[in-house]
C-alpha cells in the first residue's frame, strides 16, 4: 500500500506490521521548494519523517517528494537522500515519485506512466530500454493503472440527506444535468448501463495493464490507484459510500501465480475466416516451484457449459519460482458467423494443492465479403495510405452528384456541395482543416456511452463497450458541445478533474443541408484489427439504407468545418500530452 503523499497515522503503521501488508512511504512534498537556503529546516522536517517511521519493517519503499523534477536541488536531494540511509540503516530510497528520466539519486528507478492499453506495451519497452541504457535497478511504478467509474448519484444523495459533506464528488449536480441532456438527444437508452459498462471498461482496463505489465517488465512492481474515489475523480477500488466496486473473485486471477494471453498486437477481435493466434504464459513468484503443473486452456461460448470449442493443454510440467515462461502456443480455428459472437479463453492452471483461473473475452466478427467496396468512392482527403488500406482497388471521388457514399478525412468545396445536395458521406476525420478536430485522450477519464440507435442493432454494445480501448482504440473529438446536432453511436463521457461532465465523440452521424454525414473517429486500420474493418463496413452498410439522422448538424458548427476551422469546434485542447504528463 503506497501512503501517497501521506504520513499515516502510527496505529496505521503497526496494524500493518502486524498484519504483515508491506507499505510505501512517499512523504508530503509535492512541488515543494527544495533549494539550499531551505535545506537546514528540510533536514529537521525530514528527520522528523524518518523518526516516526523507521522502526516500522512493514515500510520497505520510501520516496522523498513527488513530481518535483530538476525545480529540487540536487544537492539538497542528496543531502535528504543521505539522512535517509544513516537515519534508516537498509532503507530503500528514491529521491521522486514521478517519471523514470526524472530520478537522479535512487535505489530503484519510479513513474507514473497513466496511460491507455494501445500505448501501454510501447511505455513498458521504453522503461526497459532506458533501464538498460543507465543501470539495472527495480522499477516500481508509484501511480498507475486506474480508471474512472460512474457516480452512484441516487446512493450517494440518500446517504447525505441534503448536506453536502466534503467528499461528495464535483459532478454531483452537474451530472443530471447531462443525463437530462443526453436522454433530449437520443433518448434513456444507455443510461442505466453508464454505470455497469463503466465498471465492466475499467476492470478490463485495469486487468490488461496489471498482466501486461507482468509480462513485459517481470521483475517489476506497480500499484493500482486509487484506494478510495475522491472528490475530484471517481477512479477509487472504494466508492464514496465505502463500498468496493468489484467482488474479491473479480480480482481471484492477480494472485502471485498468474496465467497471461498474449496475441498479436494484444488484439481481442477476429474474423471468423481467421484462426485465433497467441501464447499463454505463465509468471509464477509463489513461494515454491511448480512440480508436475497442469495447465488447460479452452474456447468457449460466453454462456459456458458444454464441450468447448477449442482445448488445448500441456502436462506433468515444472516451473522455478521467480520465473517467466511461455507455457502453450494457440492456433484455433474459428466458427463461421454472421453477427458478431462473445467467446473467452479460459485457462485452468493446477498444482500441487492449488488452482489458479484466468479468463479473457474475444470477439469474432464476420469476414468483409468480397466487394464491400462497391458503390464507394474515395475523397482525395484519404487517398494516402490509410484509404490504400482500407479502400484497396475503390474508385475515387471526382466530384459533383454520384449515388455512392463517399469516404474522406476532411472536407472541400466539392466535397461540402455534395453533401448538401444529398449526397452521403462517411468522415474519418483526421484533424487537419476542414475536418474535425481530434485530440489524444486518457480512456481512464471516463467510460463508453452507448444510446439506442439503429446501429446498436448490428453492433452489440458490449462489443463496443469491451473493444473501444483495445481494437478500435485512437484519438477523440474532444469535448462536443453541439451533442443536440447529432445522433450519438458511441461516445465517451469525462468526469476526471474536473466540474462537469464532458462528452467526447468516436461514432455519430447527422443531418446536413440533404444530405447525410456519418462520422467515425475509431480505428478502422491494421491488418490485425478485425472489428476496426468489420465495423467500417457496417457503417458503410447504414449510409446505404434510407434511415435519416433525426438531428440536423447547427450552421455555426457547419460553418466552421466549410471554413476549415476544426479548433473552433472544442473548447477544450490538451495541454500537453496525456501519455507525458498530467496536465489536460
Not at 518535483?68 to 529521491?95: F, N
Not at 465523440?505 to 447527422?510: D, N, S
Request: glycine fraction near 8%.
Amino acid at each position: 500500500m503506497k501512503f501517497c503523499l501521506w504520513v499515516p497515522p502510527k496505529r496505521y503503521l503497526e496494524l500493518a506490521d502486524e498484519m504483515g501488508m508491506l507499505t510505501w512511504m512517499e512523504y508530503p512534498t509535492w512541488h515543494p521548494t527544495l533549494t539550499m537556503e531551505f535545506l537546514e529546516p528540510l533536514r529537521r522536517e525530514f528527520a522528523e519523517f524518518f523518526d516516526y517511521d523507521r522502526s516500522h519493517p512493514s515500510i520497505v519503499l520510501r520516496s522523498l517528494t513527488c513530481e518535483t523534477g530538476a525545480a529540487a536541488d540536487l544537492k539538497v536531494i542528496r543531502s535528504l537522500y543521505d539522512l535517509a540511509k544513516v537515519a534508516i540503516p537498509g532503507a530503500i530510497v528514491e529521491d521522486d515519485s514521478s517519471w523514470i528520466g526524472w530520478n537522479r539519486v535512487h535505489d530503484f528507478y519510479d513513474d507514473h506512466p497513466y496511460g491507455n492499453n494501445h500505448t501501454w506495451v510501447p511505455v513498458l519497452q521504453g522503461f526497459n530500454q532506458y533501464i538498460l541504457a543507465h543501470g539495472l535497478k527495480p522499477l516500481v511504478l508509484g501511480e498507475a493503472i486506474c480508471a474512472d467509474t460512474w457516480i452512484d448519484r441516487e446512493a450517494i444523495l440518500t446517504r447525505v440527506d441534503g448536506a453536502r459533506p466534503w467528499w461528495v464528488p464535483s459532478v454531483f449536480d452537474e451530472v443530471p444535468r447531462w443525463e437530462e441532456r443526453m436522454r433530449g438527444v437520443a433518448g434513456s437508452g444507455g443510461m442505466e448501463q453508464l454505470r455497469d459498462d463503466s465498471l465492466s471498461y475499467g476492470l478490463l482496463m485495469r486487468k490488461y495493464q496489471v498482466e501486461a505489465y507482468r509480462r513485459e517488465v517481470p521483475y517489476g512492481g506497480y500499484v493500482i490507484s486509487v484506494i478510495r474515489d475522491i472528490p475530484n475523480a471517481s477512479m477509487g477500488l472504494i466508492d464514496y459510500l465505502g463500498r468496493p466496486k468489484w467482488s474479491e473473485a473479480d480480482w481471484s486471477w492477480q494472485r502471485d501465480t498468474l496465467c497471461l494471453l498474449k496475441t498479436p498486437s494484444d488484439r481481442r477481435s477476429f474474423a471468423c475466416n481467421e484462426r485465433l493466434r497467441g501464447e499463454i504464459l505463465l509468471s509464477h513468484f509463489g513461494q515454491q516451484a511448480i512440480d508436475d503443473g497442469r495447465l488447460e486452456v479452452v474456447l468457449e461460448t460466453t454462456q459456458g457449459g458444454g464441450d468447448p470449442l477449442q482445448r488445448s493443454e500441456e502436462k506433468g510440467f515444472q516451473q522455478n519460482t521467480g520465473t517467466l515462461a511461455t507455457r502453450l502456443a494457440l492456433d484455433w480455428p474459428l466458427p463461421e458467423t454472421s453477427v458478431p459472437i462473445r467467446l473467452v479463453v479460459r485457462a485452468t492452471l493446477r498444482t500441487t494443492g492449488r488452482v489458479f483461473r484466468n479468463h479473457w473475452p474475444v470477439w469474432v466478427v464476420p469476414a468483409v465479403p468480397t466487394g464491400a467496396g462497391q458503390g464507394v468512392e474515395v475523397h482525395k482527403s484519404l487517398a494516402g495510405d490509410l484509404g490504400k488500406e482500407l479502400f484497396p482497388g475503390v474508385p475515387r471521388y471526382h466530384g459533383g452528384n454520384t449515388q455512392a457514399v463517399v469516404v474522406a478525412a476532411r472536407f472541400d468545396d466539392d466535397l461540402v456541395r455534395f453533401l448538401e445536395a444529398g449526397g452521403r458521406v462517411l468522415l474519418l476525420p483526421d484533424g487537419e482543416r476542414g475536418s474535425l478536430p481530434l485530440n489524444a485522450h486518457w480512456f481512464l477519464r471516463g467510460a463508453p456511452y452507448v444510446p439506442d440507435h439503429a446501429l446498436t442493432a448490428k453492433i452489440p454494445r458490449d462489443l463496443l463497450v469491451e473493444l473501444q480501448h483495445f481494437d478500435l482504440a485512437g484519438d477523440v473529438i474532444p469535448d462536443i458541445q453541439y451533442v443536440e446536432g447529432i445522433d450519438p453511436v458511441l461516445m465517451l463521457w469525462d468526469t476526471h478533474d474536473v466540474k462537469s461532465v464532458k462528452t467526447h465523440g468516436l461514432i455519430f452521424e447527422t443531418r446536413v443541408g440533404k444530405g447525410r454525414l456519418l462520422v467515425s473517429a475509431v480505428r478502422h486500420r491494421g491488418e490485425e484489427n478485425a472489428v476496426g474493418r468489420w465495423l467500417l463496413h457496417t457503417l458503410l452498410d447504414h449510409l446505404r439504407s434510407s434511415a435519416e439522422p433525426q438531428n440536423v448538424l447547427p450552421d455555426e458548427i457547419w460553418s466552421d468545418l466549410k471554413a476549415g476551422k476544426p479548433a473552433h469546434l472544442s473548447i477544450a485542447r490538451w495541454t500537453t500530452s496525456p501519455e507525458d504528463g498530467k496536465s489536460s
